[in-house]
């Protein structure tokens, strides 16, 4: 809970159900795109590739591990109330850019059960879903977060 | 194509005492300020009624207004049927308008064109939503990330690359440097503004710091911070040929470049295409590719360049936009701002005005703040932070998380 707004959940104009419907895939699974023509990985996926331009693409699901980027604890310079109604695990959000095996980057996105002393750039994490926030539904979003490989106390 | 030449600036005030009513001003007040502000200082004479065609940039309110605000605008300004191209692109939109309004004047379809910038901060928009729309909405504000966290990522990126420790010297002597600029600009946010500390005791906080320590609370404390604001800011375009007509110091546009690379910092880091290889997203890849076509186009090199006006609001945006223009060394960028070198008495003084965070960050008129105060330089009326060589600038602006940049090259004759 953010001290400073502990009021109930506030609605984003921005944030609709539908689009959290349609990009479920990717949030669930890190789907995707790979293109036939080039063999170039997308994450996120894409109907045309950007490299050489084919509209021949398909589905690929990206690995679930993956090592930590970069991060920060959201405090660098001043407090900045966190984005509302999304849901924060643990006393402080970490928050990360991972990069995967393949060679793309998963970010920006949340490191979770890890504590904050304990987050460090290499750090080897795997993917877990988590519950991201309520929408406008009630239902429950879900998405991508990452955990340690190894837990870390 | 004919040359183009700006021979009217608008703008409304950032300093304290006209923001404290900005609670009494619509978008619509500021768009009418800065409008008839440019008209009025064509100074030999321009009727609203002369200006042909509009193009006018937003970022915020009027993304609800119904949608489309040209008609709104051209009513507003009392100039209808005058056609208004609306356009949106964040911080950098009012390069966009330019970029397209010098396409309208360069080809000889109009001959008299306004370019406008504005943002209205509150009046529609919630601060949770104003914050989402500088990023990826699709995945980086629906998975709670929004402007401020996505520049935090950048920020400890540009630690890693550059050494923490340097990057907020680096950051400190700039900003002090906007302070010097922006008590010297009565337009300025930071006109009224007093330094909680000299940049030697900012400095001191960081070299007593290892670069594994925290930074020291008092060093955020009594940094001077960059002032987002709202407001407007116009130009008037006309072909150069007949721009002695309008003023006796026309400032030429040169060279105009827009370039898109992606709004996801994700993607940044990784997008196989050969003109982005090379890049990363503390490069900024859109303001070199810009930089490099504007430069061509005006037949300009970085030795040129006398002054700049950047997006530097934040040091990663800086850093990467001044490395664009190719005069401090790519790697040397840091020890370019260190030297003073972006100061008064440097070799190329940037953010004259009080930089983009000292000015007033003002994100739909960004870019046209920029223009406006290189004008002035050019014109030698910028009063007592008026550069002695002011011939040649490069005006840059960019989108969101480094998702594009427009770039200007100006010249005084």
């Given at each position: 809970?953010n001290?400073?707004?502990?009021?109930?959940?506030?609605r984003?104009g921005?944030?609709r159900?539908?689009?959290?419907w349609r990009?479920?895939?990717?949030?669930?699974r890190?789907?995707?795109?790979?293109?036939?023509?080039?063999?170039?990985?997308w994450w996120?996926?894409?109907k045309?590739?950007?490299?050489?331009?084919s509209?021949?693409?398909?589905?690929?699901?990206?690995?679930h591990?993956?090592?930590?980027?970069?991060?920060?604890q959201?405090?660098?310079?001043?407090?900045?109330p966190?984005?509302?109604?999304?849901?924060?695990y643990?006393?402080?959000?970490?928050?990360?850019?991972?990069?995967l095996p393949e060679g793309?980057?998963?970010g920006g996105?949340?490191?979770?059960?890890c504590?904050?002393?304990k987050?460090?750039d290499?750090?080897k994490?795997?993917?877990v879903?988590?519950?991201l926030r309520?929408?406008?539904?009630?239902n429950?979003?879900?998405?991508?977060?990452?955990?340690?490989?190894?837990p870390?106390? | 194509?004919r040359?183009?030449?700006i021979?009217g600036i608008?703008m409304?005030?950032?300093?304290?005492?006209?923001m404290?009513?900005?609670?009494?001003r619509s978008?619509?007040?500021?768009?009418?300020?800065?409008?008839y502000?440019?008209?009025d200082?064509?100074?030999?004479?321009?009727?609203?009624?002369?200006?042909?065609?509009?193009?006018?940039?937003y970022?915020?309110?009027?993304s609800?207004?119904?949608?489309?605000?040209?008609?709104?605008v051209?009513?507003?300004?009392?100039?209808?049927p005058?056609?208004?191209?609306?356009l949106?692109?964040?911080?950098?939109?009012?390069?966009?308008?330019?970029?397209?309004?010098?396409g309208?004047?360069?080809?000889?379809?109009?001959?008299?064109?306004?370019v406008l910038?504005?943002?209205?901060?509150?009046?529609?928009l919630n601060?949770?939503d104003?914050?989402a729309?500088g990023g990826d909405v699709?995945?980086?504000f629906?998975?709670g990330?929004?402007?401020?966290?996505l520049q935090?990522?950048?920020?400890v990126?540009?630690?890693?690359r550059?050494?923490r420790n340097?990057?907020?010297k680096?950051?400190a002597?700039?900003?002090?440097?906007?302070?010097?600029?922006?008590?010297?600009?009565p337009?300025?946010?930071f006109?009224d503004?007093?330094?909680?500390?000299t940049?030697?005791?900012?400095?001191?906080?960081?070299?007593?710091?290892?670069?594994?320590?925290d930074v020291?609370?008092?060093?955020?404390a009594?940094?001077?911070?960059?002032?987002?604001?709202e407001g407007?800011?116009a130009?008037i375009l006309v072909?150069?040929?007949?721009?002695?007509?309008y003023?006796d110091?026309?400032?030429?546009?040169?060279g105009?470049?827009?370039?898109?690379?992606?709004?996801?910092?994700?993607?940044?880091?990784?997008?196989?295409t050969?003109?982005?290889a090379?890049?990363?997203?503390?490069d900024?890849?859109?303001s070199?590719l810009?930089t490099?076509?504007?430069?061509?186009?005006a037949e300009?090199?970085?030795?040129?360049v006398?002054?700049?006006?950047l997006?530097?609001?934040h040091?990663?945006s800086?850093?990467p936009t001044l490395?664009?223009?190719?005069v401090?060394?790519?790697e040397?960028v840091?020890?370019?701002i260190?030297?003073?070198?972006?100061?008064p008495e440097g070799r190329?003084?940037?953010?004259?005005?009080g930089?983009?965070?000292?000015f007033g960050?003002?994100?739909?008129?960004?870019?046209?703040?920029?223009?406006?105060?290189?004008?002035?330089?050019?014109?030698?009326?910028?009063?007592?932070?008026?550069?002695?060589?002011a011939?040649?600038?490069?005006?840059?602006g960019m989108?969101?998380?480094m998702?594009?940049?427009a770039v200007a090259?100006?010249?005084d004759?």
């Open positions: 809970m001290p400073l707004f502990p009021e109930g959940l506030y984003h921005v944030l159900t539908t689009k959290a990009q479920r895939k990717e949030r669930y890190l789907l995707g795109t790979r293109c036939r023509a080039c063999e170039t990985l996120p996926g894409r045309v590739c950007g490299k050489c331009n509209r021949d693409v398909e589905d690929h699901e990206f690995s591990q993956g090592e930590l980027f970069v991060h920060h959201g405090q660098l310079a001043w407090y900045v966190p984005v509302q109604g999304f849901e924060v643990g006393d402080t959000r970490i928050l990360a850019m991972v990069k793309v980057y998963v996105t949340d490191l979770v059960d504590p904050p002393e987050a460090r290499g750090l994490v795997r993917m879903l988590r519950k309520r929408e406008q539904n009630g429950w979003q879900y998405g991508y977060m990452w955990v340690p490989e190894e870390q106390s | 194509m040359r183009v030449a021979v608008g409304t005030p950032r300093n304290e005492a006209y404290r009513e900005s609670d009494q978008w619509k007040d500021y768009v009418i300020e800065a409008a502000d440019a008209i200082d064509v100074k030999k004479g321009l009727a609203p009624r002369d200006l042909e065609y509009a193009v006018v940039n970022h915020g309110e009027a609800v207004e119904a949608g489309g605000i040209g008609p709104i051209s009513d507003i300004l009392g100039l209808h005058m056609g208004v191209t609306v949106s692109a964040n911080c950098v939109g009012a390069g966009v308008g330019m970029h397209e309004a010098f309208l004047v360069a080809s000889g379809r109009y001959d008299r064109v306004l910038g504005f943002d209205k901060r509150w009046d529609l601060f949770g104003k914050r729309i699709d995945y980086d629906q998975v990330y929004d402007h401020p966290t935090g990522l950048l920020q990126y540009a630690y890693k550059w050494g340097k990057v907020l680096a950051m002597s700039y900003r002090m440097q906007a302070v010097w600029w922006g008590q010297r600009n337009l300025a946010a006109w503004v007093r330094p909680k500390a940049l030697a005791e900012l400095h001191d906080l960081i070299d007593r710091t290892a670069e594994d320590e020291p609370a008092e060093f955020w009594k940094l001077p911070h960059n002032v987002a604001l407007a800011s130009m072909p150069a040929e007949e721009a002695k007509a003023t110091k026309p400032v030429y546009v040169d105009i470049s827009y370039k898109c690379n992606a709004h996801l910092l994700s993607k940044q880091m990784y997008y196989p050969p003109a982005l090379g890049f990363d997203m503390c900024f890849a859109a070199h810009a490099d076509e504007a430069y061509e186009m300009v090199k970085p030795q040129d006398e002054f700049a006006e997006f530097e609001s040091i990663t800086l850093i490395a664009a223009t190719r401090p060394e790519a040397r840091l020890d370019f260190l030297d003073e070198e972006t100061g190329l003084p940037t953010g004259t005005d930089g983009r965070g000292g960050l003002t994100s739909g008129s960004n870019f046209s703040d920029g223009v406006y105060e290189a004008v002035l330089q050019m014109r030698g009326e910028a009063g007592a932070r008026q550069l002695k060589k011939g040649v600038a490069v005006i840059t989108q969101g998380e998702a594009s940049a090259i100006l010249r004759r």
